[in-house]
């Protein structure tokens, strides 16, 4: 699967389409010159309406010419990992296999968010000047509207009527259960994080309030270039910024838990919701800092359940992390990752981590993939037990079944390898396959009710369960099906 993680080289933030000037029919303008905001044409008149009179102050304008806003997205960065087999449970010997065969052979999977914060230099001022040539031209336009109004004002007749406004409320209230509210409700529990490396390398990602004694959850690749050293802090929307460290961290899950130093009193966390109750086509809205736009509100639906998705940075030396995920189509941009993906009522059910990156892309061969309408998230009952766990001993703990599986893809299930990472044994002696009975070769088919097609799948499912939990291996040898109940074991770390 292509992915991008903190790290990489920090692209410039995207040009900004500025908007258009909000006012009434005014007279023609001009077209724009180069680096002015284009104005959006409006309709022609109906069939059968009067030509207005030349001079009529009420005519609409002529049709602007297309701009040429959005531009195509960026291409996307290939994936890049290698690695052989890898333990489906992540045993011993596992960390060194997480990644290739499978991932190389997957261009066009979902990916991890790269959180990489806008350059200071550049891609903020673009957006600054964006902002202010949209705003001198709705000036411009409304001025000239107005004063021909003024002049034409005497007889015409004309009459406007205005919303009744309270000069006395400084914010709108919105009905419970609308996503204003919702949104209004969940911001001062998100944050904005910045993770910096001792060689000055990081980015941008999201969190939000896990307690009230000021742990924050994201994911560990939001967090990953401050753990050796580096320096790491974490923004509210009403400004106030803390230092921070890093807790606890779980590569193979894609969640990290990080501490505000000093942490304010008034911390209110996030509800966390049930992800297992979770249908297709609930709503869902998604906070996080896309492209280091800091409070970025964005809704949809939950398009499918329980999606196998394998992801990592990109890098030669990276492990994947596996999810059996939420998908929604929720914009989702780099500097989601980590941010809270939240139902109608404004509970937690995700974590979001990774975007489906499209084929290809116009603007150059190395930019950012953006938003196509596939996000993934973790499943927050799962991300609540990763939390918890890296909150009482810093160290993340996996389930396994004690046995090496392919991650080639494949479609027909996910067959145990004939050696394990660095020459150890396929099956753990004495772990949870072996008392099963299973062997080198047989292919693993399903898991209980979830039908396993390859070997991520099987990790990803794997570790929705906890150590300890029953569950059904369904799986084929010689050509005959078999069904066996195994007793997951455990793993703690991420070596």
Not at 61 to 78: F, I, N, R
Not at 164 to 176: E, I, Y
Request: glycine letters at 14%.
């Amino acid at each position: 699967m292509s992915t991008e993680n903190e790290g990489n080289p920090v692209p410039p933030a995207p040009s900004t389409p500025p908007v258009p000037p909000a006012t009434p029919a005014a007279s023609p303008q001009p077209a724009a010159s180069e680096g002015e905001a284009p104005t959006a044409p409006i309709p022609p008149a109906p069939q059968g309406a009067p030509t207005p009179a030349a001079g009529d102050p009420y005519a609409p304008p002529s049709q602007a010419p297309e701009g040429s806003w959005p531009p195509p997205p960026p291409a996307t960065p290939s994936y890049a990992d290698a690695g052989a087999g890898a333990y489906a449970d992540a045993g011993a010997g596992a960390g060194a296999g997480w990644g290739s065969p499978y991932d190389q052979q997957h261009q066009h999977q979902p990916y991890q968010q790269p959180q990489h914060a806008p350059q200071k230099s550049s891609g903020r001022g673009g957006l600054i000047a964006a902002v202010l040539v949209a705003a001198l031209v709705a000036g411009g336009a409304g001025g000239g509207l107005g004063y021909t109004l003024a002049k034409n004002n005497d007889n015409s007749g004309s009459t406007t009527v205005s919303a009744s406004t309270d000069s006395g409320v400084t914010q709108v209230k919105r009905a419970a259960g609308t996503i204003a509210a919702v949104a209004n409700k969940s911001l001062p529990s998100t944050v904005t994080i910045e993770a910096e490396s001792t060689s000055g390398d990081g980015g941008t990602g999201t969190g939000f309030v896990f307690d009230t004694q000021g742990h924050i959850v994201t994911n560990n690749h939001v967090v990953a270039d401050a753990l050796d050293g580096g320096k790491l802090t974490a923004t509210f929307p009403n400004g106030k910024k803390y230092d921070a460290e890093v807790v606890g961290h779980a590569q193979g899950y894609d969640v990290a838990v990080i501490k505000l130093k000093n942490p304010p009193s008034d911390l209110k966390p996030l509800p966390l919701g049930d992800s297992d109750k979770v249908a297709v086509g609930d709503e869902t809205i998604a906070i996080g800092a896309p492209f280091g736009l800091s409070n970025t509100v964005t809704t949809g639906i939950i398009s499918a359940k329980n999606r196998p998705v394998a992801s990592s940075d990109g890098s030669a030396s990276s492990k994947a992390s596996y999810m059996s995920a939420l998908q929604t189509d929720a914009s989702i941009n780099p500097g989601n990752s980590g941010g809270p993906l939240l139902d109608a009522d404004g509970s937690v059910i995700g974590i979001n981590s990774a975007i489906q990156s499209a084929s290809s892309g116009g603007l150059g061969s190395t930019g950012q993939s953006g938003s196509i309408g596939l996000g993934f998230a973790i499943p927050i009952n799962q991300a609540k037990y990763v939390a918890q766990q890296l909150i009482k001993t810093g160290k993340p703990v996996y389930a396994k079944i004690g046995a090496s599986v392919s991650l080639e893809d494949s479609s027909g299930g996910a067959q145990i390898t004939d050696s394990g990472s660095s020459g150890s044994a396929a099956v753990e002696s004495g772990g949870p396959a072996d008392k099963a009975g299973l062997k080198p070769g047989d292919v693993i088919t399903k898991l209980d009710d979830s039908v396993i097609d390859s070997g991520p799948t099987l990790i990803g499912e794997i570790w929705t369960h906890k150590p300890g939990d029953k569950v059904q291996i369904t799986y084929k040898r010689g050509g005959s099906e078999h069904t066996v109940t195994l007793t997951l074991g455990a793993r703690v770390g991420d070596n």
